[in-house]
């Protein structure tokens, strides 16, 4: 193969939640100012964290960003984002979760919302959460 070679891009992998309400809607936070993407509305979750599986990240993230208490069997995976971002390329796998203990919160300042699934359309998300509305879409409906 000829041309050019592209610098391989740092992976990173961050793991993410549709938290789904009683009435179907799915939560959503919203950047912060400061924050790489601020602004921008995106599914709870983070970094996976060196020696920790996907579903620990996001029993920590959950209790550290939202204040709730998931259990793994709660966490069912659903699909996965890959974006290539100028500096990196993002691999994220999306989990639904329906059950958990306490009441969402913004720990860190972060504006919250439900959204019913095809709504969330209209928000201003992520390149990469933003290919995975249609799969909510299609398991949630409305």
Not at 69 to 80: D, I
Request: proline share 11%.
């Amino acid at each position: 193969m000829s041309g050019p070679e592209t610098p391989a891009l740092r992976l990173l992998l961050v793991v993410a939640v549709a938290l789904v309400d009683v009435d179907g809607r799915v939560l959503v936070s919203e950047r912060p100012a400061g924050k790489q993407l601020a602004g921008l509305w995106e599914f709870p979750g983070g970094k996976v964290e060196a020696g920790e599986r996907p579903e620990e990240t996001l029993i920590r993230e959950l209790s550290e960003e939202l204040g709730i208490r998931v259990e793994e069997p709660c966490l069912a995976p659903l699909t996965f984002a890959s974006h290539a971002y100028p500096d990196f390329h993002l691999l994220m796998p999306l989990y639904v979760c329906r059950r958990w203990s306490g009441t969402p919160r913004p720990m860190e300042g972060q504006a919250l919302k439900w959204v019913r699934p095809k709504a969330l359309r209209d928000l201003a998300m992520p390149p990469a959460d933003a290919p995975l509305i249609p799969f909510l879409v299609e398991l949630l409906g409305s």
